[in-house]
């Protein structure tokens, strides 16, 4: 007998703002694990999303997956991977 339950597709958003050299930095290594792994994400500028600045405004990036904060300042490659194959197995 085999599982057939579908696997979801974790919601990978990461918080940036203009000028945060971090924010260059997490943006490469989110794009590089999320496309190997065929996960489709995206960045919020939070200069747009003044509450989203006010929360988070000395840990930018800050990684979301799923809604939940899961890393800020620099991104770990290797915890991202476990996070979005969390689910596969």
Avoid at 24 to 43: F, I, K, M, S, Y
Wanted: proline share 6%; net charge negative; with cysteine.
């Amino acid at each position: 007998m085999t599982d057939s339950q579908p696997r979801t597709v974790p919601r990978v958003e990461l918080l940036v703002k203009d000028g945060c050299h971090l924010c260059a930095d997490a943006l490469a290594v989110v794009e590089e694990v999320c496309t190997r792994h065929g996960v489709r994400w995206h960045a919020v500028d939070v200069g747009h999303h003044p509450e989203l600045a006010e929360r988070h405004a000395e840990e930018i990036p800050v990684l979301m997956v799923d809604g939940v904060q899961r890393d800020f300042w620099r991104i770990d490659p290797v915890r991202l991977e476990r996070l979005l194959t969390a689910g596969s197995a």
